[in-house]
């Protein structure tokens, strides 16, 4: 979250798409993996269509382990990772790499944080060398510390506190629906945790966190395994591995009651509402029909919910969905699907929600039809493949389920799974997930506006 808030799926440079085709249907990743003495796993896929490179380091570690009374601190080390190391002065990161054409960027998530670039293939060596440099200790000072701490206080005034609707829909909603700290605390930060981080919490953040075991390296485009394999135990393979502390139980179990919750905002011009529901653990076997599930419901203008509710019913303004902050592949524990919707002021959460719940009702109960659930499916996949054109977006895809999975082939497993979703299965994930017992509601409404001063009744 260094640039922006929610996931960027950044364009990059493109190659042709079904640059590798296993069959007229099915665009088939390359993927090699192999993991280095020291525990860092690498994976590599290779694509000469455009001699450019997207690179990918994931580290196993978000907003679920940051620790007690530090929220945000994951986020705010994110930010620290671009201050500068010993060898590399603060600067040179993004010097050496915009310098030659290239971009970067990073992002901090409940379960991962990652940090991503792309740029000609001949920045390759410079660019690992940087991400290798950082991996072994940063440049650990306390005027850096209070500039980050700064920084990422301005960034929360900027899309939360002064932002019409701020997070409610992602960051309220989840504090509402979960009960385990680590699931359900701000992993934004609040502002007195974000100044009590210390060096020593750096220092160590860095230490059990940071080391090559609890990483991926993905290295996408113009390059063969080979190449890739090699220049990672390059620039990496000295780097010694360190301990990481154990993870701890984060699972919760589905809702029992429903959660309704009203809120108060003077910087919105209309209410809105966030619709959340606790989805299956990741590898569940209604993963993918509940992914397909929300498509349908509120995937586009070709939706459920927007030809219900926004033309149909004509009460709601827009319609959006989303899992938590990543996406419906990319969790490893507790994940809400939402959906945020801005409502007419002549109607009502109450509205909403009725005419969500005749939706799901009928989803549960009929299914979909097959020409519907073809077009949901086509989308979905034209979806994918377009992210995986980029080989900066590949690159961290892979990265981040090698990571959550242990399987970066998981993405060419994806484009099945969506394929293999039936209608038995969206009535199933409809009357298993997406009943009000499993829900959790934000009302947000306008705050009421103050009357100019001397104004008489």
């Known amino acids: 979250m260094r640039k922006r808030l929610l996931p960027v799926l950044l364009a990059g440079l493109t190659v042709p798409m079904f640059a590798f085709a296993a069959s007229a249907d099915q665009w088939t990743l390359p993927v090699q993996t192999k993991k280095l003495d020291n525990g860092l796993t690498v994976v590599v896929s290779e694509d000469h269509s455009s001699p450019t490179v997207g690179i990918s380091v994931v580290y196993h570690v978000g907003m679920r382990l940051e620790p007690r009374n530090r929220t945000g601190f994951a986020h705010l080390f994110e930010h620290l990772m671009f201050q500068g190391t010993p060898n590399a002065p603060k600067g040179v990161f993004d010097k050496t790499i915009t310098g030659g054409g290239g971009r970067n960027n990073g992002s901090t998530r409940p379960d991962f944080t990652n940090y991503i670039e792309t740029a000609p293939v001949s920045a390759i060596e410079p660019l690992l060398w940087l991400e290798a440099d950082r991996m072994k200790t940063l440049d650990f000072n306390a005027a850096t510390l209070k500039n980050q701490q700064d920084v990422v206080k301005e960034e929360i005034r900027v899309n939360v506190k002064n932002q019409p609707y701020g997070g409610f829909y992602w960051l309220d909603i989840s504090q509402q629906a979960f009960q385990k700290w680590e699931n359900n605390h701000d992993g934004y930060g609040s502002f007195e945790d974000l100044e009590g981080a210390t060096l020593d919490d750096v220092r160590g953040f860095h230490r059990d966190y940071y080391g090559p075991n609890n990483a991926v390296l993905a290295i996408a485009g113009d390059v063969t395994p080979a190449q890739g394999f090699a220049l990672a135990q390059k620039y990496f393979g000295a780097i010694a591995k360190r301990p990481t502390p154990a993870a701890g ?48 419901l509120a995937g586009s203008d070709a939706s459920l919910f927007y030809q219900g509710l926004v033309k149909g019913r004509e009460i709601a303004l827009n319609v959006n969905t989303l899992f938590g902050l990543t996406g419906p592949w990319e969790y490893d524990g507790p994940t809400l699907m939402t959906v945020f919707a ?76 969506i394929e293999g979703v039936t209608s038995d299965d969206i009535k199933r994930a409809a009357a298993t997930y997406l009943v009000p017992a499993n829900r959790t509601v934000i009302d947000r409404k306008p705050a009421p506006k103050a009357a100019p001063a001397g104004d008489k009744k």
């Open 342 to 417: 801005l409502y007419k002021p002549g109607s009502s959460a109450d509205a909403m929600l009725t005419a969500m719940d005749e939706e799901i009702a009928k989803v549960a109960s009929n299914g979909v039809d097959d020409a519907t659930l073809k077009r949901v499916k086509t989308s979905m996949l034209a979806d994918w493949n377009n992210k995986m054109e980029s080989f900066i977006n590949r690159a961290d895809t892979l990265a981040k389920l090698q990571t959550l999975w242990g399987d970066a082939n998981v993405a060419n497993k994806i484009p099945g799974w």
């Open 249 to 296: 139980d984060f699972s919760e179990p589905l809702g029992t009651k429903e959660k309704r919750v009203e809120q108060s905002d003077p910087l919105a011009q209309v209410p809105a509402i966030a619709a959340a529901w606790k989805v299956p653990a990741r590898g569940s076997r209604d993963q993918a029909a509940v992914a397909v599930l929300a498509e349908l």
